[in-house]
């Protein structure tokens, strides 16, 4: 069991549910990496997104609406849609575990990729099928937060392209609901800033020996600001028992999680989106993780922000407050 850090400073346990696994694959070199969610075979998991510029592949699948009971596995990696391809490495892994969707002619994998925008950080790179079979085989209960797997080339504050920009990462959270674990870890590379629960900025856009809000550079700047290429990716994980349609609820109750820790959130150029998996072990009602689905997601990112460190020329945000 891990540890990060909550909203009061304290040192909160990371806890997966039962049968439930996380991999990285990280490079510092070129900054760039994949982070691989693998869940049980019977697990069930939906999704939504928010952004306007998401990069995905099988996030159709999540949808109430289809057959399947979900996702096998979530893959979260840079790159942008090059790093999609990646998901292939993740197929292979469970085909040769003979794990995936009955079907006639054997289990078919069924994995659901989201990737964000980190080619600005380092060389034209991204994560490529044998990098995320890596993450795979890595998999396990503890599993690494800052700029690790996903979280490797992610940076926050992209509102002008002077250099003010921060270092942020992957983090994650868990919040018990009566026996129940939620656990979100999130991949935090917004175009605007993260920010703690009482509205300081975490990591964001740093000019002149402070963080400026996005908002207020736009309010003095409107025209000619790079559009930027960003999105805040989270996997919700929890050993609740759900059905499909109940962990799309918790999916689309964790968005004012992303407004609460990013500023701004969903915009045009972010991808923002949630998947929510289940293991389906534990007896809960199913309206108390929609309550706290928000409030896990929001820890999830600020971890992000607090355990990433700097990354070539790019400070991370407690080297910027010095």
Request: proline share 5%.
């Given at each position: 069991m891990?540890?990060?850090t909550g909203?009061?400073?304290?040192?909160?346990p990371i806890e997966l549910p039962e049968g439930v696994t996380v991999g990285h694959w990280t490079d510092t070199e070129r900054w760039t990496g994949c982070t691989v969610i693998l869940g049980p075979e019977d697990s069930v998991s939906s999704g939504e997104i928010r952004g306007g510029g998401p990069g995905t592949r099988e996030f159709d699948l999540l949808s109430p609406t289809t057959s399947t009971p979900?996702?096998?596995?979530?893959?979260?990696?840079g790159g942008s849609a090059f790093g999609l391809g990646a998901a292939n490495g993740v197929v292979e892994w469970l085909r040769e575990r003979e794990r995936g969707y009955p079907t006639p002619v054997g289990?078919?994998?069924?994995?659901?990729?989201?990737?964000c925008f980190d080619l600005p950080m380092g060389e034209f790179a991204w994560p490529v099928p044998e990098n995320a079979y890596a993450a795979c085989e890595s998999?396990?209960?503890?599993?690494?937060?800052?700029?690790?797997?996903?979280?490797?080339g992610a940076t926050a504050g992209k509102v002008l392209p002077d250099g003010g920009w921060t270092k942020s990462g992957l983090g994650a959270a868990t919040i018990k609901v009566g026996d129940a674990t939620l656990t979100a870890i999130a991949v935090a590379n917004p175009y605007g800033e993260v920010i703690d629960a009482d509205g300081t900025i975490l990591?964001?856009?740093?000019?002149?020996?402070a963080f400026r809000r996005t908002v207020d550079v736009m309010r003095e700047q409107p025209t000619d600001l790079p559009l930027g290429e960003n999105t805040t990716l989270c996997c919700v994980v929890t050993d609740a028992k759900l059905t499909k349609a109940e962990a799309h609820n918790v999916a689309r109750a964790a968005a004012p999680g992303f407004a609460r820790a990013l500023s701004p959130a969903a915009t045009a150029v972010d991808g923002d989106?949630?998947?929510?998996?289940s293991t389906g072990k534990v007896e809960v009602d199913p309206f108390l993780l929609t309550i706290f689905?928000?409030?896990?997601?929001?820890?999830?990112?600020?971890?992000a922000a607090r355990r990433a460190t700097d990354a070539g020329e790019v400070p991370s945000g407690s080297t910027r407050l010095g």
């Open positions: 891990s540890e990060s909203p009061d400073g304290n040192e909160n979900g996702a096998h596995a979530v893959m979260l990696s289990p078919v994998p069924l994995v659901t990729a989201a990737v998999a396990s209960t503890e599993f690494e937060r800052g700029c690790v797997g996903a979280g490797t990591a964001g856009y740093w000019r002149d020996g989106l949630t998947v929510c998996l689905a928000g409030e896990v997601v929001a820890d999830a990112i600020r971890d």
